[in-house]
Structures are given as structure tokens and as C-alpha cells.
């Protein structure tokens, strides 16, 4: 059972330029969440959603974008890359609402802002 | 505002020695309460959860947890840790009638000597 998955696992990106963070999930899970993770920061989330077409901003949205045309799918997308967002990414999923629900995690992906 | 705090960035234990992870929160409602563990270079895994009932929680891996509601704590706690349990600990709250939203500690970095 592959859970949640996320690509790529490592990117290095150069000011400016724009990229897509892959999130996928296979246990039909209505919300997904994306996460970053700063040293000393905890996890700080940035986008949520509660079903396909559904999304909404969370803590710390500015500079992202994120979609989701299908339960299974929650991509993110950087459109002008900066140094303030090298971070580690972590997709996840949950099936119940309200805070009371165990999240899935995805295994990150370490991104790098030069 | 929902808040976590651990006290404690890092702590060193040796192997067999017994644990207590501190963990604050701030939350005007009874919270769901949630410890998470992030093995090198992985996604984070639930430990366990407390939701209401027992103030007292078991987990996976030998851990449990103490809810207390006078002291707005919810330590987490393990008798003899094992090398393995090296990793990163977090604490996070749930938010009731939201998007099961968690609200993250910084968390601590358990280092184990042999």
C-alpha cells in the first residue's frame, strides 16, 4: 500500500523560477494538506483542501498555489521561487474532520532555493 | 490562539534510561492531542492520540501519554528507550470544527547514547 507519495524527493532551484511539488494519494482520503518544515520551526502549513475543488489558504500561503481537480491528487505549485522557500515540503492526508483525524505523511521533498 | 510548546529542543538519554517529552498547549476548548515521531529523512508518524476518556493514552512502540487538563499538558513518556527511538518528537493540537487542521509544536530531537 504506497500511502501518500511525493515527487521529487530533492530539487535545487534557481531565483525566479517556477516548479511543481507532486502529491498523490491512494487510501480515498478527502483531506489533503501541505505542510513545510523549517529547523526549530515545526510544521507550518500552507494550503489545505477538503475534496476535489475544494481548497483553502492555511498558515503561511504567500507564494504557493495549490489545486486539486481529483481526490487523489493535491499538487503545489511555486510560481517565482525564492530563498525563503527552501524548505522541506510534506504532503498529507487524512480521512475525518475537525482536528480529530490521524495524518499521513508523505516523505518530504527537500527543497532548495539558490 | 491555538499554540504547542515544547520546552525542549534536544535531549539526550541513554539506552534503558527511561523518557518524559514535554508538551504545552494553548487551547480554549478540550483539545485533541496528538504526538507525532519523524525518523531521519521520513514523514511523521502518529504515536498516539487522546481525544477524551482516559487521561492516560497508550501508543505504538512502548509509549504513552498523560493528558492534564489543570496543567494544559500532554507529556509523552516511554520506561526504557531503546537505540531505535532516536528521531524527532512533535506534539501538535487538533482544531475542532475545522478542517482538521493541527497546530504543530518545534519538537524535540531525541538523541540515544548506547
Known amino acids: 500500500n504506497a500511502g501518500v507519495t511525493q515527487t521529487p524527493k530533492f530539487r535545487i532551484l534557481k531565483i525566479g523560477q517556477s516548479m511543481t511539488l507532486q502529491c498523490t494519494q491512494d487510501m480515498n482520503h478527502n483531506y489533503m494538506y501541505w505542510y513545510r518544515q523549517d529547523p526549530g520551526m515545526g510544521l507550518k502549513l500552507i494550503y489545505y483542501?477538503?475534496?476535489?475543488?475544494?481548497?483553502d489558504k492555511g498558515e503561511v500561503p504567500n507564494g504557493y498555489n495549490v489545486s486539486r481537480s481529483t481526490t487523489e491528487d493535491f499538487p503545489l505549485r511555486l510560481e517565482l521561487a525564492a530563498p525563503s522557500q527552501t524548505s522541506v515540503y510534506f504532503c498529507?492526508?487524512?480521512?475525518?474532520?475537525?482536528?480529530?483525524?490521524?495524518?499521513?505523511f508523505g516523505e518530504g521533498s527537500r527543497l532548495t532555493v539558490l | 490562539a491555538q499554540s504547542v510548546t515544547q520546552p525542549d529542543i534536544h535531549i539526550t538519554v541513554s539506552e534503558g534510561a527511561s523518557l518524559e517529552l514535554r508538551c504545552n498547549y494553548s487551547?480554549?476548548?478540550?483539545?485533541?492531542l496528538f504526538w507525532y515521531v519523524q525518523s531521519p529523512g521520513q514523514g511523521l508518524q502518529l504515536l498516539l492520540k487522546?481525544?477524551?476518556?482516559?487521561?492516560l493514552v497508550q501508543g505504538i512502540k512502548g509509549f504513552e501519554a498523560e493528558f492534564k487538563r489543570s496543567q494544559s499538558s500532554f507529556n509523552l513518556r516511554k520506561p526504557s528507550v531503546h537505540w531505535s527511538d532516536a528521531a524527532e518528537y512533535f506534539c501538535?493540537?487538533?482544531?475542532?470544527?475545522?478542517?482538521?487542521?493541527?497546530?504543530f509544536g518545534a519538537g524535540t530531537r531525541l538523541a540515544v547514547h548506547p
Open positions: 487551547y480554549g476548548a478540550t483539545p485533541y
Open positions: 498529507a492526508s487524512s480521512q475525518q474532520q475537525g482536528g480529530a483525524g490521524e495524518l499521513f
Open positions: 483542501s477538503v475534496g476535489a475543488g475544494i481548497t
Open positions: 487522546y481525544f477524551s476518556g482516559d487521561t
Open positions: 501538535a493540537v487538533g482544531v475542532s470544527g475545522g478542517y482538521n487542521k493541527l497546530i
